[in-house]
T-cell receptor
Framework: ETGVTQSPTHLIKTRGQQVTLRCSSQSGHNTVSWYQQALGQGPQFIFQYYREEENGRGNFPPRFSGLQFPNYSSELNVNALELDDSALYLC????????????FGAGTRLSVL | GNSVTQMEGPVTLSEEAFLTINCTYT??????LFWYVQYPGEGLQLLLK?????DKGSNKGFEATYRKETTSFHLEKGSVQVSDSAVYFC???????????FGKGTRLSVIA
């Protein structure tokens, strides 16, 4: 059974650019959640996808968008990057949207210059 | 709304010392409570959980008891090791389809 994998590990972008982060969920998991973890803070919920549909969203602007594919892997897209978008982006998968245990990947460290 | 407050760090302890990291929460309904641990350069790992009042979660020598009367879920370990050095996050999820809500994290450093 493979765990949650994220790519890339690190990324450097400049302000105004666009970025795509990828996540492969744990085998058998149909729900993926994305979190933003700023330095020294706890993770903040961005959104969740369940069976390819957005299933809840946190307090993030529309330039944060996502996709979930039929194999339940997922992408997080951020347009018009701002300096404050610099953070660790974490993906978590769970067996079902109603289940509480989420399994996290190692994250993608995004630096916006 | 739902929120989690945990003690600020960093916490520095000598090996074999007793550890307590305080966590209190605010939530409507009956949340499930979690402790996650983040080792340097890694993602979050579930350490332990409790789903109802008076439940005790335990793992790897760590324990936490769900106290509804004090809305607390303090993390304890009787004898810490250098390998326990990490950032610890208290979190909750409320009933139904809601996301995890995390505290700000507490950095623990254990010195030999």
């Amino acid at each position: 059974e493979t765990g949650v994998t994220q790519s890339p590990t690190h990324l450097i972008k400049t302000r105004g650019q666009q970025v795509t982060l990828r996540c492969s969920s744990q085998s058998g998991h149909n729900t993926v959640s994305w979190y933003q973890q700023a330095l020294g803070q706890g993770p903040q919920f961005i959104f969740q996808y369940y069976r390819e549909e957005e299933n809840g969203r946190g307090n993030f602007p529309p330039r944060f968008s996502g996709l979930q594919f039929p194999n339940y892997s997922s992408e997080l897209n951020v347009n018009a990057l701002e300096l404050d978008d610099s953070a660790l982006y974490l993906c978590a998968s769970s067996l079902d949207r109603a289940k509480n245990i989420q399994y996290f990947g190692a994250g993608t460290r995004l630096s916006v210059l | 709304g739902n929120s989690v407050t945990q003690m600020e760090g960093p916490v520095t302890l000598s090996e074999e010392a007793f550890l307590t990291i305080n966590c209190t929460y605010t939530a409507t309904g009956y949340p499930s409570l979690f402790w996650y641990v983040q080792y340097p350069g890694e993602g979050l790992q579930l350490l332990l959980k409790a789903t109802k009042a008076d439940d005790k979660g335990s793992n790897k020598g760590f324990e936490a008891t769900y106290r509804k009367e004090t809305t607390s879920f303090h993390l304890e370990k009787g004898s810490v090791q250098v390998s326990d050095s990490a950032v610890y996050f208290c979190a909750l999820v409320n009933s139904g389809n809601t996301p995890l809500v995390f505290g700000k994290g507490t950095r623990l450093s254990v010195i030999a």
